[in-house]
């Protein structure tokens, strides 16, 4: 059972480029989140799903693009990466969250990215 | 906007000591709120939720407060040991038309000493 995998753990890119981080997850969760961690603010939420073809920002989306075309996945793109998107970025899912019937997320691993 | 805030970035404490955490929103009147751990390297790991119509919930070692007066949610981790070291974080739900997400707090590293 792979459960929510993210790829590629590491990532060195360099100011302007594009770069996509992937994320899946293998439950057919409905909701998938992602969140970029640094020192001093803790996890910070950029963008996330509901489902195929819904989503929507968090706290954080300037600079990012996310797309939803299948449940399983849920990628992160950076359009031209600035050194302040240098981060831990953390992707996650859970069942479904309607309000008033919580439920928790389950976290990937992490892919650390640093931008030159 | 909503605010969540850990009054502390870091506890130490004895092993068998009671090890307590403090958590406070503003801006906001969550659903639940959640608790999660998390070690070095690693993602965070849930560890328990409580509702807005609960006080406290229990699990082993584990016991969560909620006061939806105070805005506030205490975390005691009792007979605290070495492997209970990680930094945790409280996370409450936010809801929009797109559903609902969560927020978290900074989180605070605990580190317990045998």
């Known amino acids: 059972d792979a459960g929510i995998t993210q790829s590629p753990r590491y990532k060195i890119t360099e100011t302007g480029r594009q770069v996509t981080l992937m994320c899946h997850q293998t439950?057919?969760?409905?909701?998938m989140f992602w969140y970029r961690q640094d020192l001093g603010h803790g996890l910070r939420l950029i963008y996330y799903?509901?489902?195929?073809?819904?989503?929507d920002k968090g706290e954080v989306p300037d600079g990012y693009v996310v797309s939803r075309s299948k449940t399983e996945n849920f990628p992160l793109t950076l359009e031209s990466a600035t050194r302040s998107q240098t981060s831990v970025y953390f992707c996650?899912?859970?069942?479904?969250?309607?309000?008033?019937?919580?439920?928790?997320?389950?976290f990937g691993p992490g892919t650390r990215l640093t931008v030159l | 906007s909503q605010k969540i805030e850990q009054n502390s970035e870091a506890l130490n404490i004895q092993e068998g000591k009671t090890a307590t955490l403090t958590c406070n929103y503003t801006?906001?009147?969550?659903?639940?709120l959640q608790w999660y751990r998390q070690d070095p390297g690693r993602g965070p790991v849930f560890l328990l939720l409580?509702?807005?119509?609960?006080k406290e919930k229990r699990k082993e070692r584990l016991k969560v407060t909620f006061d939806t007066t105070l805005k506030q949610s205490l975390f005691h981790i009792t007979a605290s040991q070495p492997a209970d070291s990680a930094t945790y974080l409280c996370?409450?739900?936010?809801?929009?038309?797109?559903?609902?997400?969560?927020?978290f707090g900074k989180g605070t590293t605990l580190s317990v000493s045998s």
């Open positions: 996650a899912s859970s069942v479904s969250t309607p309000r008033q019937v919580a439920d928790t997320q389950y």
């Open positions: 439950w057919s969760h409905s909701y």
């Open positions: 799903s509901a489902a195929a073809d819904i989503t």
């Open positions: 801006n906001y009147s969550p659903a639940y």
């Open positions: 409580i509702r807005e119509n609960e």
């Open positions: 996370a409450l739900d936010i809801f929009n038309q797109a559903g609902t997400a969560l927020i």
